[in-house]
């Protein structure tokens, strides 16, 4: 994912000799070329600027996906902007291309992690405006680490190394964001104005549900309350609306339904004529036949086939639907989402099995041929047990001797080497690409990877550090770990810009600036030309 052609350093530094001709004295101290420099370090000005141009990448990869199902892409949920940094920084280190990877914002972290009423669970009780603060506080990491890559090869480039091609073909970490906005907060009026809200921080994509917004749960629970479709409709033209007002033209809404495990509507939506959508919806409703003499006061009743029929209806008030109805309520959710504005599908599902969601898609597909899925790796599934689930029923099938597992305890530790555990795993690492190429899924993304990585991780550097090893486990598991791996976080200050910082001050203070990266910062001890200097002199002693 290259930027676009980089005259903004030619531009910006024109820009400013034009102003200084301009105002003559006045701007004597200002040189164009540091004006020049830090207008390319910050390319995008505003959220918008970076909701316009990953709004373009996201609709070309669409096109790429449709053209060949391999150009599928991929997500990580983040939490923090230091991690959508880190993850993006690494990104182009590992894969040379920030190209079909996004990020993703999760609501269920915001709940958990973002809110000022403390962690909550998954059910829309955090603050609206937490969730554009933290698209904001993500792009604002992503574009500190453009202004610190691209600080350092103008930096090689003063001191003499040919770098000019580096920054002219230099690629952003700015790459687009699909944005969970819960089941939209409220009414589709509130559902706009945070679309608004999230959009003007810099998300090119988001993600709604149709569940209601004041008993929303989790994809992951019981309990789940879904409205009809007209309603959900209403929200996806609130979002609509909301990109075209900005100007964000190819914004893309991602339609969730949650039909799969959710046993319940809210309220019963009114049919104008048979086989009307409202009629669709309708027919899912549990009900049980009846005559006025079986009718209690204040009940509701349906005519259904030319008989009288009672809703089955909760002590709460809620409507129940019939059971078995799921998968043909998740096929019409899809359908109708489609053909009323969204770009993209999102279906929650028990387990992770390509077959199932393939079932679903294809039933899609049908009517929709290019529809297109938004897949989530949930780490509320385990993974290990429904893999070798599956493969011990295509073993089984196979006519294999099972005898050897005990079929209710397959994550035992004792199954990790085994023939099962072996095409599980495979099954695991190929899941992504299977399900790009059978159940058109466009975007895997895992929803709490650093939630759960943060947990991991510190657990073992707590017993490590705490314990017999004290500050050798930080050294041995983290320090040295950051240093063989070439993790830039290890200089730290650097990462959070004292470097671009001291440059920021010569410009503005010449001579005259107090800079932190003198002789005396500890962190060139990790400059990587000292560490090699050392090696190859013991290297020599040795020889």
């Not at 409709?233 to 033209?249: P, Q, S």
């Not at 009517?367 to 385990?382: M, R």
């Not at 005259?512 to 003198?518: C, I, S």
Request: proline share 3%; hydrophobic share 40%.
């Amino acid at each position: 994912m290259k930027n676009l052609p980089q005259s903004n350093y030619a531009s910006a530094l024109q820009t400013v000799k034009d102003l200084k001709t301009k105002f003559g004295n006045n701007w004597a101290a200002i040189n164009p070329d540091n004006a020049a420099r830090m207008a390319t370090q910050n390319r995008f000005k505003t959220g918008l600027d970076i909701a316009k141009y990953t709004a373009a990448i996201m609709r070309q990869d669409m096109a790429d996906y449709d053209a060949d199902a391999s150009q599928y892409t991929q997500s990580l949920g983040c939490w923090h902007g230091f991690v959508a940094q880190q993850k993006m920084i690494a990104v182009k280190k590992h894969h040379k291309t920030t190209s079909k990877r996004y990020l993703y914002l999760s609501g269920w972290m915001v709940a958990a992690l973002r809110s000022e009423f403390g962690p909550l669970p998954d059910q829309s009780m955090h603050e609206k405006t937490a969730v554009p603060a933290l698209i904001a506080e993500i792009y604002d990491f992503l574009r500190q680490a453009d202004a610190i890559e691209l600080n350092d090869l103008f930096r090689r480039q003063a001191n003499g190394e040919d770098v000019q091609n580096e920054i002219d073909n230099f690629e952003t970490h700015i790459v687009p964001i699909i944005a969970d906005i819960d089941a939209g907060f409220g009414n589709e009026e509130a559902t706009y104005l945070l679309a608004k809200k999230m959009i003007q921080a810099g998300a090119c994509a988001i993600q709604i549900e149709n569940q209601v917004s004041d008993a929303k749960q989790c994809g992951h629970q019981d309990g789940k309350v879904t409205v009809p479709h007209e309603d959900f409709i209403a929200k996806l033209n609130a979002v609509r609306y909301a990109f075209l007002e900005l100007g964000v033209d190819d914004g893309v809404i991602v339609a969730r339904t949650d039909s799969e495990g959710a046993g319940l509507t809210q309220k019963l939506p009114v049919s104008k004529e048979p086989g009307d959508l409202a009629s669709k919806y309708l027919a899912f409703v549990d009900a049980e036949e009846v005559t006025m003499d079986d009718v209690k006061e204040d009940e509701v009743l349906l005519k259904r086939d030319g008989k009288l029929v009672r809703p089955i209806r909760l002590p709460n008030g809620l409507y129940k639907f019939k059971d078995g109805s799921n998968i043909d309520r998740v096929v019409l959710d899809c359908i109708t989402s489609l053909q009323n504005g969204a770009d993209l599908l999102w279906i929650e599902t028990p387990t992770p099995n390509v077959k199932q969601i393939a079932h679903m898609v294809n039933r899609v597909k049908e009517v929709v041929p290019n529809a297109k899925l938004v897949y989530n790796n949930s780490p509320s599934f385990n993974w290990t047990l429904n893999f070798r689930n599956q493969v011990f029923e295509e073993m089984l099938a196979e006519g294999e001797n099972m005898t050897a597992y005990d079929r209710n305890n397959l994550m035992c530790a004792e199954y990790d080497g085994t023939e099962l555990c072996h095409r599980a795993d495979q099954k695991i690492k190929t899941f992504q690409i299977d399900g790009a190429r059978e159940a058109g899924i466009f975007h895997h993304l895992i929803t709490l990877p650093t939630y759960h990585t943060t947990a991991l991780h510190m657990n073992d550097l707590t017993e490590g550090y705490f314990g017999k090893d004290g500050m050798l486990a930080y050294v041995r598991d983290v320090q040295r770990q950051e240093i063989r791996k070439g993790v830039a976080c290890v200089k730290h200050q650097r990462m959070a810009g004292s470097d671009l910082g001291d440059d920021h001050k010569s410009f503005f203070a010449g001579d005259k600036a107090l800079k932190a990266g003198g002789e005396k910062n500890t962190s060139n001890q990790f400059e990587a030309k000292n560490n090699e200097i050392k090696v190859k002199k013991k290297l020599s002693v040795v020889a």
